[in-house]
């Protein structure tokens, strides 16, 4: 019963961890089923050169100009200064939430404005800016003691805080203080890619929709009449923008941590009571795991886990055999533990299947990490049970990397097209006419982008993606129009506005 519950409790699970993957990472409005039209983004853009100096906007600090110091240390302080209570009352403000989900909403409601006040207070700012200046971020315990346990309620607060940089990001762009607007992108960026590199699956997937609301935030920017052009800022943002690896070796580790016993199911013989208890508590500490409430365990699971036992104990003892267990020592196990012994080893033997791919970050492009991963994902979801609740996590952290990379690939050809519209007035006939700097490739597919022209519309475009049928990549367009002096033609509404 315990195999055969958690197992069961554990594929929508699965699921359930990959679409909130996917709707935090794709960094726009979601199509809710697979064939609808692609997330679409309308954007009236300015033709604008690059800066001289070239460098001269930044979304993140320079190396050179970073302090020593520990970032966390300062968002904790920021949070404490105000309080988290008005983060709370922003975030909950219907009125607010709607001006943000509409793309050039128009001027911001008074509760944006009022409501996101503390974060312009000068003692708040100073410790976001010290934050951000900072050359590491350490967030303290990584799971090493509490493991699956360990409670990370400052999450919530930061999350928050997020998107209190996006409302007063979006009031700046509205009212037209362009460097004001930069600043706050720069400090959430940067909340997001230290997110991002932190040690659990949850710091990456909250770092990677940190990530998403500031790129929503900049999309507006890029629309605005006298924004600059951000080609190497935006360039700069992809340099490890999501750094998986380590939250997936803490997370990996979960299982030995909560329950130090498994380590030495292959080196010990339990006593039938030890392993029937080693069995209570991996199900009764699934529940917090799962997200949900387990029925208490009573004799009914205890005869029930013993049908299961012996459904399993013939291909249990199988691999057991295979993988260098004498008879006599497999025999000398309770028949609980040899099950629970072949499970561990599958899962163990699975869950490094899935690791070593991500170990080529750098030598093998995002996408052929991503590809490599999913092609080892068990087909047979019950490998591994009841311990691989978290086999989709390599694949959702690979997939996050290459989503960064498109959407940062995609705005900066934006920021291209613009270069090539301030010297040509028009937009290119074709993507390889722009010379002036490097045009991406779509990092889901690594070829181009699709793009076409019509007079003063152009549309960039990435397709769907399916290595998982079960959670696509959903297909980007942009339309940009670009906008003509006043004289010239009519007026055009400035648009950023996804469909």
Known sequence: MLLLVLALTARPTWQARADETKAAAQNGPQAAEEGEPPVLYKLTLSPVAEPQPALKFRLLIPPVDQAHANAATYYYKALLVEGTEWLDRL??????????????????PAEAKEKVTPVTSRVFQAALREATRADSCDWGDAGTELGGHTPRPELSALRKLAFALHVLARIQIAEHHTSEALDTLRIGYTLGRNLSHGPSFVHVSDGSAVIGMMHQATRDLLAAPDSPNLYWALTELGYQPSEPRRALSFDARLWQVDHPQLSKLDREIFSPEEALDLARKLYNESGPLLGRIMPPWDSRHEAALLFETMALLPEARAYLDQHGFTSDRIDAMPLLQQVLLYRWK????????????TLLAGKLSPNQVLQAVEKQLP???????????????????????????????MLSTIEALRMYAAEHNAWPQKLDDVTVVPIPLDAATEKPFEYSVDGDVARLG???VQHRPEVPMLAVQYQTTLRRPPETTAPRNSGNEPE
Do not use: C, M
């Open 91 to 108: 975030y909950n403000d219907d009125k607010v939430g709607a001006w943000v989900e509409t793309p050039n909403g128009g001027p911001p």
């Open 346 to 357: 599958e899962f163990v033997a699975k869950q490094d299947d899935l690791l070593k791919w």
């Open 379 to 409: 087909t047979n979801l019950d490998i591994g049970q009841p311990f691989s609740l978290f086999f989709g996590a390599s694949s959702d952290a690979a997939r996050l990397v290459v989503l960064h990379e498109r959407a940062l690939g």
């Open 462 to 464: 990435a397709p769907s």
